[in-house]
């Protein structure tokens, strides 16, 4: 059995993409530094597949740590996800995450170069386009000057693990996503921001149940139908599943390059009105929100052509927004005393309500437009 190091394997897409990965046959060994995740998410992965993932808490910037995980561990291939990603946050935080997302990257592959582990899956991300010149984004588009530090580091990372590639045995491919949503179908993974939410869909979840008092909508003048930013919304398991078939491309040697780009979303825009006026229609919840000021690093449309990973990946999302919805209404809700999905109602006892308990099955109900 091929193990596999998921590098922020307890994170919202890490975490699914563990799930995913055992689902298909796959060991997996999980590093997390739970800076924004849970230990209980290692639990809830065991009890969807029934199986427990080996785990190390390390912190990917302590150089030595890494270097002593590779000496014990045999490792096949590694997806990499551990990294900070708030658009807005990075642009206030900026050495934060050429820290955390350079610098650990460089000694991941460092260490998978001495130790012989040739396949790599980046997390990568739409932001490396910039702003777009035309619509729906092809991998050809050029990757302009990133509007917030996020993107740059992101663009960075592709420039490094390509440049490694031309001059070690390293194959890579670089999935570059746009914005995933939703969660595990089981409702026990899912997004799980500590503190103050950094994306769209975990804040409109945490404003309609009471937590927050009002979300902020950044902006109405764009040139959109609405005047608000329009994003690609794919659902976190398709995203997930993306990852094993970039896998097993490597694994199976059928990359046609030693470094590969490729789209992951759905090829629909959508806007935060939209996203909002969704998520009101599906719960019957009223969405407390507000317009402000346009935020620093944001671009005004993003959505993908797939034309490359649906032909040549065989990938393609399968998940609707509605239809994602719609699934995860007819699923009993889990035993939690702060949620009740009944039927198409979501009911919310505020008074119990979390961090901890803000978990994915919340999210998946934002995976409403068809």
């Known amino acids: 059995m091929q193990k596999i190091l998921v590098t922020g394997g307890l994170g919202y897409i890490g975490s699914h993409t563990v799930v995913e990965l055992q689902n298909t046959g796959f060991e997996v060994v999980i590093i997390d530094d739970l800076s924004n995740s849970s230990k209980e998410v290692l639990s809830r992965i065991t009890s969807i597949t029934g199986i427990k993932p ?24 590694v997806i990499h996800f551990a990294a900070s990603k708030a658009v807005g946050e990075s642009v206030n935080e900026p050495l934060k995450y050429y820290e955390n997302n350079i610098t650990t990257l460089t000694y991941v592959l460092k260490e998978m170069i001495a130790n012989q582990v040739p396949n790599f899956i980046f997390s990568s991300s739409c932001t490396v386009y910039g702003q777009a010149d035309e619509l729906p984004i092809t991998e050809n588009a050029p990757t302009k000057p990133a509007e917030s530090p996020y993107g740059a580091t992101k663009k960075m990372g592709e420039i490094i693990i390509e440049d490694t590639t031309k001059v070690t045995a390293l194959k890579a491919i670089a999935l570059r996503y746009f914005n995933p949503i939703g969660a595990h179908e089981t409702a026990k993974i899912g997004e799980l921001p500590l503190g103050v939410p950094q994306n769209l869909v975990p804040f409109v979840v945490q404003t ?36 094993i078939i970039a896998l097993n491309r490597l694994l199976k040697n059928k990359n046609k390059a030693t470094c590969e780009f490729f789209n992951i979303g759905t090829g629909k825009g959508s806007s935060v009105l939209d996203v909002i006026n969704a998520f009101e229609k599906a719960t019957n919840k009223k969405v407390n929100y507000k317009i402000v000021d346009r935020r620093a690093g944001d671009v005004t449309s993003a959505y993908a052509d797939t034309s490359l990973a649906n032909n040549e990946l065989g990938w393609k999302a399968e998940l609707g927004l509605l239809a994602a919805a719609r699934r995860l209404f007819s699923k009993p809700a889990p035993n939690n005393k702060a949620f009740f999905v009944i039927r198409e109602q979501l009911v919310f006892s505020v008074d119990t309500l979390s961090n901890d308990l803000n978990l994915g099955f919340s999210l998946a109900l934002l995976v409403l437009m068809p």
């Open 54 to 77: 080996d785990f190390e808490e390390i912190d990917l910037k302590n150089k030595q740590a890494v270097e002593q995980f590779f000496k014990n561990y045999s490792i096949d291939g």
């Open 208 to 243: 309609a149940a009471g937590i927050r008092e009002c979300l902020s909508v950044f902006g109405d003048d764009y040139n959109t139908p609405d005047g608000t930013a329009v994003r690609d919304y794919i659902h976190v398991v398709d995203l997930a599943k993306a990852h």
